[in-house]
């Protein structure tokens, strides 16, 4: 979308610390409880994106849809963010173009951002935003304690891997 919103998770130094304080085979660039626990609220955000969707493109002044723009829905993994380590997971319309319900090439940015903001031609359905103002808490709920989890296990891990040696 042209406007990019970004949810910071804050509160959860204590889990911070004890990340920070794990070897880094455990903790690593491949993956770990965050990306693992960041990858969950994105694929939960994800599906509340496009239910939105779907009902948007119900309201909108066309019922014609391939179902095309929603399956160009997806959370992938982002670059660290900038200035320091970490990681970024995003929902976000793929770039990869579709034929429409009129046999045209249509790019699902575009129809994204029609829907989401508009045109004069056609009334604004958002989608988008209400999906982060309804779900935004509860993804922050589901990354939360699944990183709270994961990291558990990775320390319970690290633990019976040192009463084996």
């Given at each position: 979308?042209?406007?990019?919103?970004?949810?910071?998770?804050?509160?959860?130094?204590?889990?911070?610390?004890?990340?920070?304080?794990?070897?880094?085979?455990?903790?690593?660039?491949?993956?770990?409880?965050?990306?693992?626990?960041?990858?969950?609220?994105?694929?939960?955000?994800?599906?509340?994106?496009?239910?939105?969707?779907?009902?948007?493109?119900?309201?909108?002044?066309?019922?014609?849809?391939?179902?095309?723009?929603?399956?160009?829905?997806?959370?992938?993994?982002?670059?660290?963010?900038?200035?320091?380590?970490?990681?970024?997971?995003?929902?976000?319309?793929?770039?990869?173009?579709?034929?429409?319900?009129?046999?045209?090439?249509?790019?699902?940015?575009?129809?994204?951002?029609?829907?989401?903001?508009?045109?004069?031609?056609?009334?604004?359905?958002?989608?988008?935003?209400?999906?982060?103002?309804?779900?935004?808490?509860?993804?922050?709920?589901?990354?939360?304690?699944?990183?709270?989890?994961?990291?558990?296990?990775?320390?319970?891990?690290?633990l019976d891997r040192g009463k084996n040696r």
């Amino acid at each position: 979308m042209s406007e990019m919103q970004s949810i910071e998770i804050h509160g959860l130094n204590g889990v911070l610390e004890t990340l920070r304080s794990l070897p880094a085979e455990i903790v690593s660039k491949r993956g770990g409880p965050v990306k693992l626990a960041l990858a969950k609220g994105a694929r939960f955000l994800r599906d509340r994106y496009k239910e939105n969707l779907r009902r948007a493109i119900a309201l909108g002044p066309s019922t014609r849809s391939t179902g095309e723009l929603e399956k160009h829905v997806i959370a992938s993994r982002g670059k660290a963010p900038s200035g320091g380590n970490g990681e970024r997971y995003l929902v976000r319309v793929k770039k990869r173009d579709y034929i429409n319900a009129d046999g045209v090439r249509t790019n699902p940015l575009m129809t994204a951002n029609l829907l989401e903001w508009g045109s004069s031609h056609q009334p604004s359905t958002p989608f988008v935003r209400p999906t982060v103002t309804q779900d935004g808490e509860q993804t922050i709920r589901i990354v939360s304690e699944d990183l709270v989890k994961r990291t558990d296990k990775a320390v319970q891990q690290m633990l019976d891997r040192g009463k084996n040696r």
